[in-house]
Antibody, heavy 119, light 107 residues
Framework: QVQLQQWGAGLLKPSETLSLTCAVF????????WTWIRQAPGKGLEWVGD???????NYSPSLKSRVTISVDTSKNQFSLYLSAVTAADTAVYYC?????????????WGQGTLVTVSS | DIQMTQSPSSVSASVGDRVTITCRAS??????LNWYQQKPGKAPKLLIF???NLHGGVPSTFSGSGSGTDFTLTISSLQPEDFATYYC?????????FGPGTKVDVK
């Protein structure tokens, strides 16, 4: 049974860097896409970006200048970094694993982390 | 970017009703269309991938159809646990955009 558990700071000040990590339990770590999605309060879902097991990344153009996704295969973890956050980055951030080897079909999700950006 | 639209934005229904949600892509996405269900305060769950394939554990009351730009999610007999918000999402090309969601609530 694949489970994703995520953690990271929940309260940031403007201009700080958001840092979230997602640990994967059960199943292989290789051969999949690992994705971050966010959801602003009361809003819909926004794809942030993904990474595959070999470290190849794909980012949302609207966030590309500020976002980095990395993977640590030795720990079965992947991480999201978003620099220079503003109030507009306040959202619940979800990590997810792809279904099979297909990119962007998120079959398994973490529990979500609310990140609030406020001075 | 590929824009995804959904209709209706909300629907009120009763247990046992048939519910149909439509999703439209702004350009051709072949069969790269997924559906997710989200309940308040919870992470989304994958329901259907590649238009019509049910994810594990999803009841057969859910079905999907369509191709190209127009797609449909159908709940053939609404169950109490189906009251939720449903999102379509294209996995054809990055950025992998979602529709705005359709809320299914109690009539």
């Amino acid at each position: 049974q694949v489970q994703l558990q995520q953690w990271g700071a929940g309260l940031l000040k403007p201009s700080e860097t958001l840092s979230l990590t997602c640990a994967v339990f059960g199943g292989s770590f290789s051969g999949y896409y690992w994705t971050w999605i966010r959801q602003a309060p009361g809003k819909g879902l926004e794809w942030v970006g993904d990474i595959n097991h070999s470290g190849s990344t794909n980012y949302s153009p609207s966030l590309k200048s500020r976002v980095t996704i990395s993977v640590d295969t030795s720990k079965n973890q992947f991480s999201l970094y978003l620099s220079a956050v503003t109030a507009a980055d306040t959202a619940v951030y979800y990590c997810a694993r792809g279904l099979g080897s297909t990119e962007a079909t998120m079959g398994y999700w973490g529990q979500g982390t609310l990140v609030t950006v406020s001075s | 970017d590929i824009q995804m639209t959904q209709s209706p934005s909300s629907v009120s229904a009763s247990v046992g009703d048939r519910v149909t949600i439509t999703c439209r892509a702004s350009q051709y996405i072949s069969s790269y269309l997924n559906w997710y269900q989200q309940k308040p305060g919870k992470a989304p769950k994958l329901l259907i991938f590649a238009v019509s394939n049910l994810h594990g554990g999803v009841p057969s009351t859910f079905s999907g159809s369509g191709s190209g730009t127009d797609f449909t999610l159908t709940i053939s007999s609404l169950q109490p646990e189906d009251f939720a918000t449903y999102y379509c999402q294209q996995s054809y090309s990055a950025p992998f955009t979602f529709g705005p969601g359709t809320k299914v609530d109690v009539k």
